[in-house]
């Protein structure tokens, strides 16, 4: 075959091959990597106190962690009717968010501290379809956006401006509901998330079948399509661990809040120990990557 001939098909060759790769790489879904979290220690968590959340706040420097239970309820916000906290966040400027729902199951409310202390109450109206359960929220890197999950088996999470950091939001209006996170796998009973970073989260799920992943009371890690805001994501599903289950008690656990501290690379998870044993030897647990 004449040299130029030759040049000519391998050329040819080259750029189907590279057609061929290009078409390959685009139909595939972004990779994504799991972390690997190893349990570093635990400290007791007071079921009255320390039962449904947690979150480290930053601003002002040298807070202490913060904690949400059934004993963390102002009686002028129960007294309203708000009768439940779920796991609280907080933005990496001071804003601290503790989320609410009610037995009527109109609404959600979100109750907020301001940096300098003060704080205000910012309500949702339930959309079409929307579960009342308020179990949750994780605040996005950027502050400007939360998610927030609803009870038993989704396939969605939920976004809306972060109520008193994002300036469209106004405790005298409705807080919308702006777009939605589709999850390429079903979740269950998922009882907190939090932000590791742009658009990955890590959640407990208090899954108590086993069935969605083969294990019960699983530590997830959601990776997004891309940064959370006013248009839809997806996000990609992974379950990394059993979360620890010990206690001198036999019975159900129950798997609640968690929180990343990204100054320290920490992670938190509570577990409530089973009969008599939530008031002696409920949990917060300690992970590090790795």
Request: proline share 8%.
């Amino acid at each position: 075959m004449p040299l130029r001939a030759r040049r000519r098909r391998h050329a040819v060759l080259a750029g189907l091959v590279a057609l061929a790769t290009a078409a390959v790489l685009s139909a595939a879904p972004p990779a994504s990597v799991a972390d690997t979290w190893t349990e570093t220690g635990s400290d007791r968590a007071d079921p009255l106190t320390e039962g449904q959340g947690l979150t480290s706040v930053e601003v002002p420097a040298g807070s202490p962690n913060r904690y949400t239970g059934i004993g963390t309820i102002p009686i002028g916000v129960s007294s309203r009717g708000w009768n439940h906290v779920g796991d609280p966040d907080a933005s990496y400027d001071g804003h601290y968010v503790e989320p609410y729902q009610r037995d009527d199951g109109a609404a959600k409310m979100f109750r907020v501290q301001a940096p300098g202390g003060g704080w205000s109450e910012y309500v949702h109206a339930l959309g079409a379809g929307e579960a009342p359960n308020n179990s949750w929220v994780a605040i996005s890197p950027n502050g400007q956006w939360m998610l927030a999950g609803e009870w038993g088996t989704m396939s969605r999470l939920l976004v809306f401006p972060t109520p008193g950091v994002n300036p469209g939001t106004s405790p005298a209006a409705n807080l919308p509901q702006v777009s939605t996170v589709a999850l390429d796998h079903p979740v269950r009973d998922v009882q907190g998330c939090d932000f590791t970073g742009p658009t990955r989260l890590l959640c407990s799920s208090d899954d108590p079948a086993g069935t969605l992943f083969g294990v019960t009371k699983p530590l997830l890690q959601i990776d997004l399509s891309a940064e959370p805001g006013t248009a839809d994501v997806t996000g990609h599903v992974t379950a990394l661990r059993r979360l620890p289950l010990r206690s001198g008690c036999s019975g159900t656990f129950e798997t609640e809040g968690v929180d990343y501290d990204r100054r320290t690379g920490t992670l938190r998870v509570i577990v409530l120990s089973p009969g008599f044993c939530l008031l002696t030897d409920s949990k917060t647990y300690r992970f590090t990557r790795g």
